[in-house]
């Protein structure tokens, strides 16, 4: 995952609060209840998604590269009694042996990894057999969507830390060894552009 933009996790910090509020805590909920098991949370920023853990985990670790990121969502941990290993790691290079987990999240992560391949073969070498890709991302639209958000890729990608808005993540999942028939697109959202559509629920690991 990208460690560019040193400002970006303050920015984000006090900023997305805002759209939380406003439509994202609902999108975040709903994709966690697909958690089960021992979880990772891959990219997991100030913590904000820790607030809706289901009772179906057990155990929660997390990779995170961006230090101010891990401090805050340290914190958000400690007031909330929620017991989480969050360890310095990238999406290409998962600290963890493989089938340490149950569950892997994704949370708006995949937009900003530097090798998403790379990023979803780690993903499938620490998933035990049977587990769950657990996904909210905002991927590439289809027709002028997806044509405006390509042009608008490179400058957005700059401004915010990474994050390319017309990456094709569904096709990235499955070409990757998922089952992505519990995948679903949100055409419309209240997100504003370049960060929409997207996609929400879980993938299931093939047999290798």
Known sequence: MTRRNLLFPYIYRF?????????????????????????????????????????????VAAVEPVASFRRMASRLAGRRGIAVDIVDGTGESIPFPDNSFDSVHIGLVLCSVDDVAATLREIRRVLA???????????????????????????????????????????????????????????????PFPCKPHLQGFATLNPR
């Open 129 to 191: 057999p049977g587990g769950r890709l657990v996904v909210l991302e905002h991927v590439r639209g289809d027709g002028a969507t997806g044509r405006c958000q390509d042009l608008v890729a490179k400058p957005w990608s700059w401004l915010a830390a990474g994050c390319e808005p017309n990456r094709r993540t569904l096709d990235a999942i499955a070409a990757a060894g998922f089952d992505t028939t519990a995948l679903r697109t949100i055409p419309r959202t209240p997100v």
């Open 15 to 59: 900023g997305q609060p805002v759209f939380d509020r406003l439509f994202y805590h609902r999108y975040r909920r709903a994709a966690l209840s697909n958690a089960t098991g021992r979880l990772l949370m891959l990219g997991l920023g100030p913590g904000t998604d820790l607030r809706f853990l289901p009772a179906a985990v057990t155990s």
